[in-house]
Nanobody, 119 residues
């Protein structure tokens, strides 16, 4: 019923910045928390950042100083701003959202967007 689409990924030089976007579409009754996970080559998917409907953010400690998550509830969008990017930030970044489907809450995932940090 709800689909998520990420955008904004690409090739970035080390030390650069990037802004990812995620838009929810389809039949939307309600969206609770939204967030971003990432999966680097050879590693498991990990929580990166999340945000409540009211805008309260939670960050993974190791990246807190260089990451900002935000959302626009009117547009059903969530954003991820990253700076001082490092090669180890190279990963597929996945947007997620907790959505109401009529019978309960479900977590919906986007297809992911590739971020490559390299010179």
């Amino acid at each position: 019923q709800v689909q998520l689409a990420e955008s904004g990924g690409g090739l970035v030089q080390p030390g650069g910045s990037l802004r990812l976007s995620c838009a929810a579409s389809g039949t939307i009754s309600s969206i609770n928390a939204m967030g971003w996970y990432r999966q680097a080559p050879g590693k498991q998917r990990e929580l990166f950042a999340s945000i409540s409907p009211g805008g309260s953010p939670i960050y993974e400690d190791s990246v807190k100083s260089r990451v900002t998550i935000s959302r626009d509830n009117a547009k059903n969008k969530v954003y991820l701003e990253m700076k001082s990017l490092k090669p180890e930030d190279t990963a597929v970044y996945y947007c997620n959202a907790d959505t109401w489907h009529g019978s309960g809450w479900y977590r919906v995932w986007g297809q992911g967007t590739q971020v490559t940090v390299s010179s």
